[in-house]
């Protein structure tokens, strides 16, 4: 059964992102419950998260059946085991867990993507720096940033502030609470040549920043928290649900006339409260944003926010 179901996706899938030369994708994403697997291409390698939850079997038992799944896995994408990184991971919706350090193995290769090139590690943390997902919002981004000031709140390791300077933005602010996310975003400017001189890189907590922001200052903003955060390093914890609508309208204060904001949220249950957020325009995109690696899934909402 997951063989047939791997086999088919990976043919159809594969086929698509040839077509567009895309090199990193997705396969797979818990399609069969008994085989609670996302699988991803990074070119030759494959980065296997397995979603944890009760399977009812023993330790040893379960190793051998995810080495015989691993197996199947090698033989159906045609990659060498050695080539193949599995973690396990909670089916939470947040990514509190994303600054927790997994192992010091550092298998680390560059991506590419629209030329241009992301650090992504293989090894060491649940995600791999790079989220496939929105490979879409950020070609939007590059295509609006000429010439513009952005801002790029919980930048995670900056692939949407790349985008942005290499859109041709006159400058960056990547904001994020973590240094190593931060350091990260750094060496993905140096590594796509942009001067990193040119640009923001700010460690701070986001919710508190937001009211340090001068009013009418960023023509674009991203926007893409987590659901929930409760790191000892914030003030406050993080409700998306309960604190979107105030920061939105924080972040919109911060935001020019006419200003676009791109906001994301990984919350299967959201609901955004338009009424309450002042801006011109608010659309639901995203339908468009969704690439064709995660159309069989409802994965996250993203919205374009007008001022």
């Not at 070119?43 to 038992?61: F, L, P, Q, S």
């Not at 080539?83 to 991506?111: D, P």
Request: proline share 2%; charged share 30%.
């Amino acid at each position: 059964m997951f063989e047939n179901r791997l086999t088919k996706v990976y043919r159809h899938i594969s086929k698509l992102a040839r077509r567009q030369n895309i090199t990193c994708y997705r396969v797979y994403d818990d399609d069969i419950p008994e085989f609670p697997f996302s699988i991803e291409i990074y070119e030759d390698y494959v980065y296997i998260a397995e979603y944890n939850r009760k399977h009812g079997m023993e330790e040893d038992a379960h190793e051998a059946w995810l080495d015989s799944c691993l197996e199947l896995i090698s033989k159906v994408l045609d990659v060498a085991p050695s080539k193949i990184w599995v973690k396990q991971r909670q089916r939470k919706e947040n990514r509190q867990s994303q600054y927790e350090k997994l192992s010091t193995e550092s298998h680390e290769m560059i991506a590419h993507e629209a030329g241009l090139n992301f650090k992504v590690n293989l090894s060491d943390y649940l995600d791999t720096g790079l989220f496939l997902d929105h490979r879409i919002t950020r070609g939007m981004v590059r295509d609006e940033a000429k010439d513009k000031k952005v801002l790029n709140l919980f930048c995670y390791t900056g692939s949407f502030s790349v985008y942005a300077a290499a859109g041709g933005a006159s400058q960056v602010t990547s904001v994020d609470l973590s240094k190593t996310y931060l350091a990260w975003a750094e060496e993905n400017f140096r590594i796509n040549d942009i001067d990193t001189s040119k640009h923001e890189f700010v460690h701070a907590d986001v919710l508190q920043y937001l009211d340090t922001l001068k009013i009418n200052t960023f023509d674009l903003v991203v926007i893409d928290p987590p659901t929930f955060s409760n790191s000892k390093r914030m003030k406050e914890f993080l409700d998306i649900q309960r604190d979107h609508v105030v920061m939105l309208n924080k972040v919109l204060l911060a935001t020019k006339k006419g200003g676009v904001i791109y906001f994301s949220t990984n919350y299967r249950r959201f609901v955004m409260e338009s009424d309450q957020i002042e801006a011109s325009s608010i659309k639901d995109i995203t339908a468009q944003t969704l690439p064709f690696d995660f159309q069989q899934k409802m994965i996250r909402y993203c919205y374009k926010i007008i001022k």
